[in-house]
């Protein structure tokens, strides 16, 4: 058994991590408040919006169809892998990550797949194994709708030119402080209502039909990318929240062992030495 100094040093370290675990709980749940609300208030705006652009989209039956709907056989495939710029967030990023290959090796095996990262974690890891076209951690810095719009801009301009055939969001959706959703998303080509969902609305088009979807499809891409940011955000502080509440439960639960043992350690040590002065006592008297 460990001597009481020993013991006693655990304690105290335990202690001390269980205080940052607890701290940093409090922080993300304090980030996630904010960050549940943002996505929470854009998830309408974001899903109308594409709903109905994939309705026009696939309404106008390939008559002056837009550049973003240019569907070609796919040889380069670019990923982008939305990750967390920090860790000590449970299986957060790891996910992202098992996702990405699996994409490489199970959805596309032969072809060129390269990543585009957003978050430092995932540019980290991919690197060692993809190639990176490029990464755009900084943007969690200053997480505006421009910011974002510029990484679309980008990623459309790939797209156009020729560059990738198909591009595929990675991220974590959130959905509760507890449980993450990890979502591969289509964002070019983009992917037109089937069925009876191209034409379920009753429209009147002014200006045309063709000039409106020329005009909302890029806002679309910008929103949509700049919505799974913010899911990946918001999903983040859920993930670092429970991760912390957890390791502070541990913490808690060990340090309590250890007192108990530290307990039992220093009774045995007193009754130890009250056995020693009662055989001292009995000797002298003999």
Same mark, same amino acid.
């Given at each position: 058994? &460990?001597?009481?100094?020993?013991?006693?040093? @655990? =304690?105290?370290?335990?202690?001390?991590?269980?205080?940052?675990?607890?701290?940093?709980?409090?922080?993300?749940? &304090?980030?996630?408040?904010?960050?549940?609300?943002?996505?929470?208030?854009?998830?309408?705006?974001?899903?109308?919006?594409?709903?109905?652009?994939?309705?026009?989209?696939?309404?106008?039956e390939g008559d002056g169809g837009s550049e973003y709907a240019d569907k070609r056989p796919v040889n380069k495939v670019l990923v982008v892998a939305i990750t967390s710029n920090r860790g000590l967030c449970g299986g957060f990023n790891s996910n992202i990550i098992k996702q990405s290959n699996n994409?490489?090796?199970?959805?596309? /095996?032969?072809?060129?797949?390269?990543?585009?990262?957003?978050?430092?974690?995932?540019? *980290? =890891?991919?690197?060692?194994?993809?190639?990176?076209?490029?990464?755009?951690?900084?943007?969690?810095?200053?997480? !505006?709708?421009?910011?974002?719009?510029?990484?679309?801009?980008?990623?459309?301009?790939?797209?156009?030119?020729?560059?990738?055939?198909?591009?595929?969001?990675?991220?974590?959706?959130?959905?509760?402080?507890?449980?993450?959703?990890?979502?591969?998303?289509?964002?070019? /080509?983009?992917?037109?209502?089937?069925?009876?969902? &191209?034409?379920?609305?009753?429209?009147?088009?002014? /200006?045309?039909?063709?000039? =409106?979807?020329?005009?909302?499809? /890029?806002?679309?891409?910008?929103?949509?990318?700049?919505?799974?940011? @913010?899911?990946?955000?918001?999903?983040?502080?859920?993930?670092?929240?429970?991760?912390?509440?957890?390791? !502070? *439960?541990?913490? &808690?639960?060990? @340090?309590n062992e250890l007192k108990l043992t530290y307990n039992k350690a220093r009774q045995a040590a007193i009754t130890n030495e009250i056995l020693e002065i009662v055989g001292g006592a009995e000797a002298l008297n003999n």
């Amino acid at each position: 058994m &460990a001597n009481l100094k020993e013991i006693r040093n @655990r =304690i105290s370290s335990i202690s001390s991590t269980m205080q940052i675990t607890s701290a940093m709980k409090m922080v993300s749940a &304090a980030k996630l408040k904010k960050a549940q609300d943002a996505i929470t208030a854009m998830r309408p705006y974001s899903d109308k919006l594409t709903e109905l652009l994939q309705g026009l989209s696939a309404s106008l039956e390939g008559d002056g169809g837009s550049e973003y709907a240019d569907k070609r056989p796919v040889n380069k495939v670019l990923v982008v892998a939305i990750t967390s710029n920090r860790g000590l967030c449970g299986g957060f990023n790891s996910n992202i990550i098992k996702q990405s290959n699996n994409l490489v090796s199970n959805k596309y /095996p032969g072809k060129q797949v390269d990543f585009y990262t957003i978050g430092k974690k995932g540019h *980290d =890891i991919l690197r060692k194994r993809h190639t990176i076209l490029g990464d755009q951690s900084r943007v969690y810095d200053d997480l !505006t709708f421009e910011n974002v719009a510029e990484i679309a801009e980008l990623l459309m301009r790939l797209f156009t030119k020729g560059d990738y055939d198909k591009i595929e969001l990675v991220y974590n959706k959130f959905k509760n402080a507890a449980t993450q959703i990890v979502m591969t998303e289509q964002f070019l /080509p983009i992917v037109g209502a089937e069925g009876d969902e &191209a034409i379920a609305a009753d429209y009147i088009f002014e /200006p045309s039909k063709v000039e =409106i979807v020329k005009e909302l499809i /890029p806002k679309s891409l910008k929103t949509q990318l700049f919505k799974a940011i @913010r899911d990946s955000f918001a999903s983040e502080h859920g993930a670092r929240m429970t991760a912390m509440h957890k390791a !502070t *439960d541990n913490a &808690a639960e060990l @340090r309590n062992e250890l007192k108990l043992t530290y307990n039992k350690a220093r009774q045995a040590a007193i009754t130890n030495e009250i056995l020693e002065i009662v055989g001292g006592a009995e000797a002298l008297n003999n």
